[in-house]
């Protein structure tokens, strides 16, 4: 089953600056080979459940080799079956909607 993930870890107990931490996260996603898209609170990632959880976990182990004692992770994820979709699909939906009420816009 293919799943879509929006990952946010955040390390506690290290200090305001977590940047460092984040960086060694995000190292152990492109060694996944996982399609991903970092923004400013998280990270998307999509790909085969086992790969993307596995990823997640390793997160976890190696943010806390780095030294941080606690770790709190905010996940939301979506499956479906009835198609094959990926994180630019549903981003291009909406682009795609807002470019056409713009369109419609400028009609007007």
Known sequence: MRVIVDLCVVPL???VSVSP???ACQRE???AGLEHSMHAYGTNIEGGW???MAVIKRCHEVVH???APRITTTLK???RT???Q???DKVSSVETLLAAQRQGEDLA
């Open 50 to 52: 086992d790969e993307v």
């Open 21 to 23: 931490y984040i960086a």
């Open 86 to 88: 990926h994180m630019q």
């Open 65 to 67: 080799e780095l030294g």
């Open 13 to 15: 107990g290290v200090g």
């Open 29 to 31: 996603i492109e060694a």
């Open 77 to 79: 994820l979506g499956t």
């Open 82 to 84: 009835d198609r094959e």
